[in-house]
């Protein structure tokens, strides 16, 4: 059975930090691409950031660009997502997903930590 739990989220002020972590089981970790997505209220769910097999290799939406940091562990089967100078609108529930590289769609997925950015 796969598992993804994501924790770390919370409330923070503008301009603060969080580091969100995804802990992972039920698969071979390190042969998996890792990704960051959120969803606001009434939006639709976006990505945020992603991470290849080895760790080398990373993406991020431009709206988090030079703010937040992905970076994997996989001797501890956990990704991370340091969100530095949060702002009101990175106010979101936080999602961790995991899919095979060869593949296009996300095929497991956390059930989320909320994160909320107040000014």
């Known amino acids: 059975q796969v598992q993804l739990v994501e924790s770390g989220g919370g409330l923070v002020q503008t301009g603060g930090s969080l580091r969100l972590s995804c802990a992972v089981s039920?698969?071979?970790?390190?042969?998996?691409?890792m990704g960051w997505f959120r969803q606001a209220p009434g939006k639709e769910r976006e990505s945020v950031a992603s991470i290849l097999r080895s760790g080398r290799s990373t993406s991020y939406s431009s709206s988090v660009k030079d703010r937040f940091t992905i970076t994997r562990e996989n001797a501890k089967n956990t990704v991370y997502l340091q969100m530095n100078s949060l702002k009101g609108e990175d106010t979101a529930v936080y999602y961790c997903?995991?899919?095979?590289?060869?593949?296009?769609?996300?095929?497991?997925w956390g059930q989320g930590t909320q994160v909320t950015v107040s000014s």
């Open positions: 997903a995991a899919k095979d590289p060869y593949v296009s769609r996300y095929e497991y």
């Open positions: 039920g698969l071979t970790f390190s042969r998996y691409t």
